[in-house]
């Protein structure tokens, strides 16, 4: 099996065990975008895990911050720390706090949590390159329902107003958030529309489980001349885990013993 | 034992009581409405719950349209977001007119445990008291959350009432009666007084207990309205016992024990010592770790009380 394929899986197997491991934390959003960050981390980004505030590095930021054991699988895949620790997740002084901390782990470039706000950082990052007239590129993954944050539209309107190119924007639109269908809570759709009416070149990705749609996509944006890029991609809640698959109950809970191993079994099949 | 419940759980139940009686009553969430339980009442009650997805600050903008139209909302969110991404529109929107909106928010203090500093509100009391026109309550267990809410109903304007995640023991019985601006003193004692707030109660109680073991004699206050606060009953602890410590589940700056502390140096100089959140962020882990590993036990309190005796020699 090619490199990313089995790069995913074992960061997907990594999500479960920690959540697992911690009884809490958030399965659901974590499993979505495992193909998204595992491209960005093992193919797209100019990163270096033994130096990891490198200054030309790109960023990455999680602006759906909850989705932290995928952040931190991923890192650890990576080598920025040792995988032990993620056995760690959500303990009394651990590294590997519920919300990524960016003092804390080696890697992190941005501490998020809160909804909305890391699309906001990601985009003064963006213009702090371009003060510098460096080339790095900014990513920052959002959640399909972190849409509704208002903050997120200011952030949009400021990086179009200052061109920044430099800034690739993924939204995870798996359709769920907390309390249900983001179209029954509220609904943020059109999410294209919305993002070109901000000044954003839009590409829409119908399987954002697919690396050869991802990477087709992450080559577009990188040839912007002056407008952010946004890649809305269609992907399934809980991917890899049948059970979790769809499923708004698996947003944010820990799976018991016998269901990490059920896990495991579906993910090594 | 005592039976246990949260604050959060609670409010819930009692919303739909509450809307038995009270037509207007209106309930608005922030999508997370399975964690501030009002999905309790969403399911009672469909038509007069509104979930306004990931978006605090149109929570509390709406909150304040819906009550110029006669409603009586009650807003809820985590506290994090509810008092903090949403503070400028809780100031202008609505204490600034005196709108009638009740302000609910859970998840207060470090008892949020897992989700970590991001998500752990430790500012909320401050940032809510210092705003004209608001009124601030924080409920010990689920009877007096339910009594607040029915006070928060008789004031026409703002209320914020800080609600937690954890179960908490029930210390109170049904007839337990609160009143805004009224301190409950739970225990009389002659060296020292106690005035807690929400689930650090429970620990000065106990803290009482252990200091009565050792031969010293201390009250115990809830001070669960924290604005207004109930001047007289602070003035009338530092008379009798020359000693004061404070007692909350939030920073100690501002807070509970900010309040204490001005009436106090204004009306009754004392000796006081404030227990709380020591101007740190909280972590990730698990509640009684995180509770110990911040100061908020009732050997914390214990200590305070002794450290506080000492220094009216
Ligand atoms: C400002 C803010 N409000 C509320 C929350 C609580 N919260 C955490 S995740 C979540 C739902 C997120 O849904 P979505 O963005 O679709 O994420 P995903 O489905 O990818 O997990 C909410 C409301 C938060 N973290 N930040
Ligand atoms: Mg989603």
Redesign the interface.
Known sequence: MAFLEETAREIRKDIVKMIGK?S??HPGGSLSSVEILTLLYFEEMNVDEKNPRAEDRDRFVLSK?HAAPLLYATLAAKGFFPKEELQNL?????I????P?MNKVPGVDM??????QGISAATGMALGGKIDKKDYKVYVLLGD??L???LVWEAAMAASHYRLNNLIAFVDNNNL???GA?CD??S?YPIDAKFEAFGWNVIMVENGHDFDQLRKAIEVAKKSEDKPTVIVCKTIKGKGVSFMENNAGWHGKGPNAEQVLQALAELEA | MAEMKSTRQAYGEYLVELSNKIENLVVLDADLSGATKTNIFAKECPDRHFNVGIAESNLMGMAAGLATTGKIPFASTFAIFGAGRAYEIVRNSICYPKLNVKIALTHSGISVGEDGASHQAIEDITLMRVIPNMTVLCPADAIETRKMMDAAIAIDGPVYIRLGRSDVPVIFDEDYEFEVGKAGLLKTGRDVTIIAVGLMVGPALEAAELLKAEGISAQVINMGSIKPIDVDAIEEAAIKTGAIVTAEEHSIIGGLGGAVAEVLCEVAPVPMERVGIKDIFGQSGKVAPLMEKYGLTAKDIVAAAKKVIERKR
Not at chain 1, 90 to 94: A, K, P
Not at chain 1, 111 to 116: D, Q, R
């Open positions: 911690a809490s934390g911050g959500r303990q009394l002084g651990s590997l706090q519920g919300h901390d501490s998020t949590g809160s909804l909305g329902g972190e509704e944050e208002g958030q907390i309390d983001i809570v509220m943020p």
